[in-house]
């Protein structure tokens, strides 16, 4: 696998890390358990770690020297990608030939260095795109800047240099074809994971405790990396609309905000929170994982997940397996991790007044609240990173077939 920009042992929920490193880190776990032998290539962005570590047994993860280690943000790796591909290619003419028999590459920087090294070698490059550049400019937050064209250029090529291409759901899948004119028999749908045993439903007093949330609030969460295109910011003002709307109900929520910034100014969401007049009542958490993070779940009655665009939606998935509903955009995968009504409720809006109206609708009814809770670990539990490993193992002999085929071709 390669992991150009973010490791899959960094912190998820801040910088650069998110759901990609928690995808690479579960797949990678899930296949080595499987019998696949798996070898993940990041860019080395610290003295501190060893050339090579191994995160599971089975999987081992290669810190590629590429640039300087600090003080590259993923906007300057295009950079990088010459000396990153030529540590790939250095690794593996250490090894015995024919070492590797797939590249499995995550996001378009990977691509363009697995799509050199799959075809130095003679293997399949297998693309999961996790983020789509066409797509986030279409669904740009206000005030973020668009993707640059140049990724764009970059997405194409790798689009067409890819044996494969993993999407996380249907609407995705669509994506590809519609915007980057991906044949349809090159697309595999495969949807992530979860993992039920660490976001398994439990105590909330206790997970109120350990946070020290108040027992008797309403508790709103907001889980991932605070960013524009993530709308934690919608979240704040359908918040402030509905504290105008309906001040009693508004007096017993308690927002908390689980995560670190991502390459945005660190000060822009408290900011905001203090202009709105919310400043006093939210909460601000630090990224965690495991337990921690799912001790953020359960001591919610609802999770928030405001983005304005979402491949999939991890954190929609986590909440709901330990049994708390999501209130959600309805843009991308979220409509696939979240049952419409049953398990959460969809906003196909990202204005004040809608966010308002949702999030009074869950926190001032108890029943529906209760029923979607009830609702939400039975819709989660269809998910599993074996699951998905197992729909990735057929995409990769999906891959090799049409790659051996395309070779035969090509010699005929
Ligand atoms: N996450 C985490 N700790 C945090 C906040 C987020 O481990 O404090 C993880 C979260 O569990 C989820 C991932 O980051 O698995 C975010 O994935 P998602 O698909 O929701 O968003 P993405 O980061 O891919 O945009």
């Given at each position: 696998m390669v992991s150009v920009h973010t490791s899959p042992l960094a912190q998820p929920g801040t910088g650069d890390a998110g759901g990609m490193n928690v995808y690479v880190l579960n797949t990678a776990r899930e296949l080595a358990r499987a019998g696949v032998e798996v070898e993940i290539f990041t860019r080395a962005t610290s003295s501190d770690e060893a050339p090579t570590v191994e995160a599971e047994p089975g999987v081992l993860v290669h810190h590629?020297?590429?640039?300087?280690?600090?003080g590259l943000s993923k906007n300057d790796l295009p950079t990088q990608l010459c000396a990153f591909t030529g540590g790939l290619l250095r690794a593996e003419a250490h090894r015995r030939p024919g070492h590797y028999d797939l590249i499995h590459a995550h996001y378009w920087l990977s691509g363009q260095a697995g799509w050199v090294a799959a075809e130095r070698w003679g293997v399949p490059l297998v693309q999961t795109f996790h983020t789509l550049a066409k797509v986030k400019n279409a669904g740009l937050a206000e005030g973020d800047?668009?993707?640059?064209?140049?990724?764009?250029?970059?997405?194409?090529?790798?689009?067409?240099?890819?044996?494969?291409?993993?999407?996380n759901t249907a609407a995705e899948a669509a994506e590809l074809q519609g915007h980057y004119g991906a044949p349809e028999g090159r697309i595999a749908v495969v949807h992530p994971g979860v993992d039920l045993g660490v976001f398994r439903p439990g105590d909330r007093t206790a997970a109120r405790e350990a946070l020290n949330l108040p027992q008797g609030a309403l508790v709103v969460a907001f889980v991932g990396r605070i960013q524009p295109a993530k709308a934690p910011d919608v979240l704040l003002r359908g918040l402030a609309r509905l504290r105008e709307q309906d001040p009693e109900l508004s007096e017993k929520i308690v927002p908390v905000f689980v995560?670190?910034?991502?390459?945005?100014?660190?000060?822009?969401?408290?900011?905001?929170?203090?202009?709105l007049?919310?400043?006093?009542?939210?909460?601000?958490?630090?990224?965690?994982?495991?337990e921690a993070l799912a001790q953020v779940y359960r001591a919610a009655d609802v999770v928030a997940v405001p983005s304005h665009n979402e491949s999939f939606g991890l954190v929609a998935l986590e909440a709901q397996a330990t049994g708390t509903p999501v209130v959600a955009a309805k843009v991308g995968g979220l409509p696939t991790a979240v049952a419409e009504g049953r398990s959460g409720l969809l906003v196909d809006s990202h204005s004040a007044d809608d966010w308002a109206d949702a999030l009074r609708k869950i926190l001032g009814d108890t029943s529906l609240r209760a029923d979607l809770a009830g609702n939400a670990r039975t819709h989660a539990a269809l998910f599993s990173w074996r699951e998905t490993a197992t729909g990735i193992r057929s995409s990769y002999r999906r891959a090799a077939e049409s790659h051996a085929t395309g070779r035969l071709q090509s010699a005929c």
């Open positions: 590629v020297p590429a640039g300087p280690f600090e800047s668009p993707e640059p064209y140049t990724r764009v250029i970059g997405e194409e090529q790798v689009v067409s240099e890819a044996d494969l291409l993993i999407a995560g670190g910034p991502s390459n945005t100014d660190p000060y822009w969401l408290p900011r905001l929170a203090w202009e007049g919310l400043g006093d009542t939210v909460q601000w958490r630090s990224p965690r994982s495991g």
